[in-house]
């Protein structure tokens, strides 16, 4: 049986950049078996593509949520749509 894939896009707002964030989640991306990337914003948020099984992705975002320690996330937006 095949696992589905799905792509989720978010945009994370806070305290996240310049403490370690994008980095962090690039290592739970890696640990997880998620595809994608994470880049910084201009207006200081950071925005994250990522493609793999719904259930990687619920623990990644689980993750973009809890951040590494000096990170205080205050919103995330996100879309769903299924892998190409």
Do not use: C, K
């Amino acid at each position: 049986m095949m696992i589905a894939e799905l792509t989720r896009h978010l945009l994370i707002e806070g305290r996240v950049q310049g403490v370690y964030y994008r980095a962090s989640m690039v290592e739970q991306a890696t640990r997880l078996g998620v595809r994608g990337w994470v880049r910084n914003l201009r207006d200081g948020s950071v925005e994250t593509e990522a493609e793999g099984p719904r259930e990687a992705l619920e623990q990644y975002l689980a993750a973009l949520r809890r951040g590494p320690a000096f990170a205080r996330v205050s919103a995330l937006r996100e879309t769903w749509s299924e892998a190409e």
